[in-house]
């Protein structure tokens, strides 16, 4: 068994303690946490389990990595403190552990990821013998791996788009809904997430994994965002009211541009309400959110696919689906060289020895 420690224990985080307790390779070795009233509960608890896992959180990172433990899935979020992430992270690695994450945005391609973010882990792989794999949390399967898959069921290829269609007001993070994507605030209100070159600065490298593996050069990027204010109020019920002409829809698209043509997108239609921008692509049925794949060519090949968890809730299908590629990547990883890894050096595996497993 391969003694694990998931650190963080928010969306990503319960998620990630479910699938390493369900890995017949892997035991949950810790739990780390930041909030003091986190402190001591048992890991099955945070989790939203129906049971005790004989784990209690806590928040001395010290005493957790002294243990050498052989993975950590840290799923603590970097959005709004990516060096204090990195910080983290190098450390555990120097550790010596196997280390997986989707908090590092730049190491999605790890080959073309800024020398402040590549150099510091690589110094630590050496130092410490330890590993990093990052794989994007929106979810980075759907990405990389998902897309570049289906690329490979047709004759010809004109181009890919990735799709994520939200509901956000399932979203269990309304500080990131509200103020990261601008959701509530006045047309005017300039939310970080949508500022110009943010959008490719976070999916950017998916652009150019994508990019390395189909074999072609990229010209540049682009980004498009179109924005809707909501007609009515409308009162969402996990994060309360949202006011007429205020922000009720988002559309953005980073565009990796080959021979001057959008070849590689990635699209993101977020919506607080179902009602604002229905002209704008919908999930299917009356879904609360989907991702999906269109590959245009020969032929033209379309996949969704609609993940549920934490009473049938798609956003924390989406996040629990994240969490499954990293922690079900960690013995593989424990097997391979210490190193830096992204989406096209680890494989996507079969669920051996799960299946009927509760």
């Given amino acids: 068994m391969i003694p ?24 949950l070795a810790s739990v780390l946490v930041r909030s003091k009233a986190k402190v001591g509960r048992d890991a099955g608890e945070l989790a939203g389990l129906e049971r005790q896992l004989g784990v209690t959180a806590t928040d001395d990172v010290d005493a957790v990595l002294a243990a050498r433990p052989r993975a950590v899935v840290y799923a603590a979020s970097g959005d709004l403190r990516p060096d204090e992430a990195l910080a983290d992270v190098v450390r555990a690695v120097r550790a010596g552990a196997v280390v997986v994450t989707p908090a590092l945005y730049p190491l999605y391609d790890q080959r073309g990821a800024p020398p402040e973010f590549r ?13 990093l794999f990052v794989s994007g949390v929106d979810p980075g399967w759907g990405n990389d791996v998902l897309p570049l898959l289906i690329s490979g069921l047709g004759s010809t290829v004109d181009a890919i788009r990735c799709q994520e ?38 999916w950017g490298g998916q652009i150019r994994l994508m990019a390395r593996a ?3 050069e990229l010209d540049g990027m682009r980004e498009t965002l179109e924005r809707h204010a909501l007609d009515t109020g409308v009162r969402t019920r996990t994060m309360g ?40 692509p919908t999930p299917p049925g009356d879904g609360d959110g989907a991702h999906r794949v269109i590959v245009e060519g020969r032929p ?59």
């Fill in 4 to 27: 694990t420690v998931v650190w963080g224990t928010g969306n990503v985080g319960r998620a990630a303690v479910r699938a390493v307790e369900a890995h017949p390779a892997l035991s």
């Fill in 119 to 131: 150099d510091p882990v690589l110094a630590a792989v050496a130092e410490g013998g330890g590993s």
């Fill in 165 to 202: 269609i939200f509901d956000y007001s399932t979203y269990d993070q309304e500080d990131a809904v509200r103020d990261l994507i601008g959701m509530g605030h006045p047309m005017e209100y300039e939310p970080l997430m949508l500022a110009p070159s943010v959008p490719t600065m976070v």
């Fill in 214 to 216: 189909l074999g072609v």
């Fill in 241 to 280: 009211e949202f006011a007429a002409g205020t922000q009720g829809a988002v559309r953005f698209e980073v565009q990796g541009i080959v021979g001057g043509e959008p070849r590689i997108v990635i699209e993101h239609i977020t919506r607080i309400h179902p009602s604002c921008a229905p002209h704008w």
């Fill in 300 to 358: 033209r090949i379309e996949v969704t696919v609609e993940a549920t968890d934490e009473g049938e809730n798609r956003s924390a299908g989406g996040n629990a689906t994240a969490a499954g590629r990293l922690v079900n990547a960690v013995d593989w990883l424990v097997d391979a060289e210490p190193g830096l890894y992204d989406a096209l050096d680890v494989p996507l595996r079969p669920a051996a020895g799960r299946l009927g497993r509760k």
